[in-house]
């Protein structure tokens, strides 16, 4: 596991990937970028599956970024080349840009060129290189750090002047639309929209939003992520089941969202749904749904009153939910949660969208080797990959460097 760093390391570390960045730029095609740009991924401390019930999330950004060097085109052409992919530019005229069309990483800055002209916006073409410290399939947002930094990228090139709530809900459109990933908005509003030191507080139907202090270093505090290394692909179905158990739910209850549905309703509408369903996974998603928002508004009032230790048994509680009525977890997930609670942890869950990805782990700072060195055991008795650990450090979303 990584140890603590230092301000000044990061933004060491921050410059010298904006020199390797804007360099790659110059290798690929022969001229300098007109600007560098930065966009994180994310960890959610809370609020799973929530955002496309139109719920609550509280997600943070990771120190972990998309870095893009960009420069403007007059030919109507986007040229994508990323260092971590091996071979040639990638190369689209702006004008057969159509959703389905492109596959691979590719589809994510291609979809958000295209949204923007479907807003309709004047966007030109652009050269584009990036590179990426955000894991991919870890279920920490890449995807979403993709496409906000090509997002605001854009936006800068062309005066756009687009809000970052509007960026996000762009960015969305390109994930749903043209990627084809039915995803909520909290990726792309938490790539776009946090700030340093804080968690974000986000009602995902209006998008109002709160910046709320979390500054676990000043509690004797620490965030792990447990990268499981287990790759998981939303789209290929099983996160569109989910949804469409929920929307069913919905309808089921004679509500526009599953987020309609208060905590002291819940028990009534289950009564309604066995009655009129009668389906077992419809039935845990809305119990998942409903109870997460509650985990929600219990966390942000234990973060108001300075008693952050107790979120722990939230976060676990969170995870029993997505465990057992979302079922969106897996044996590497379980075995994170389990052996870091048995080895002294606060609270633990699994994080992002599930079947694999990453798993939070709230520790004592003086159990955090500890409890890392019992989950990297754990993993290598199950005969598992060895897994990733790093620290949360709530960073800060898009900006240009």
Known sequence: MSPNVSDQTRQDAAEGAREDVREGFK????????????????VNLIGEHTDYNDGFVMPLALPHTVHLAAARRDDGIVRLHSGDVPGAAYQVPLDALTPGRDGGWAAYPSGVAWALREAPL????????????????????????????TG????????????RELLARLCQQAENDFVGMPCGIMDQMASACCTEGHVLHLDTRDLAQRQVPFDLAAEGLRMLVVD????????????????R????GAAALGVPALRDVSHEELDAALARLDESLDDPEVRGCVRHVVTENRRVEETIALLDAGRTREVGPVLSAGHASLRDDFRVSCRELDLVVDTALSTGALGARMTG??????????????DTEKVGAAVTSAFASAGHLAPHLFEAVPSAGVRRL
């Open 353 to 366: 969208g599930g079947f694999g990805g990453s798993a939070l782990v709230l520790v004592e700072e003086s």
């Open 122 to 149: 004047p966007v030109g073409g652009a050269d584009i290189h990036l590179a990426s410290t955000v894991p991919t399939g870890a279920g920490l947002s890449s995807s979403a750090a993709l496409e906000v930094a």
């Open 228 to 243: 499981t290394r287990v790759k998981h692909t939303l789209a290929d179905g099983a996160y569109a089941g989910r949804r």
């Open 152 to 163: 605001a990228a854009l936006s800068e090139l062309y005066g756009l002047g687009l809000s």
């Open 245 to 248: 158990a929920c929307e069913a």
């Open 27 to 42: 290798a690929v095609y022969g001229r300098t970028p007109d600007g560098v740009w930065a966009a994180p991924g994310r």
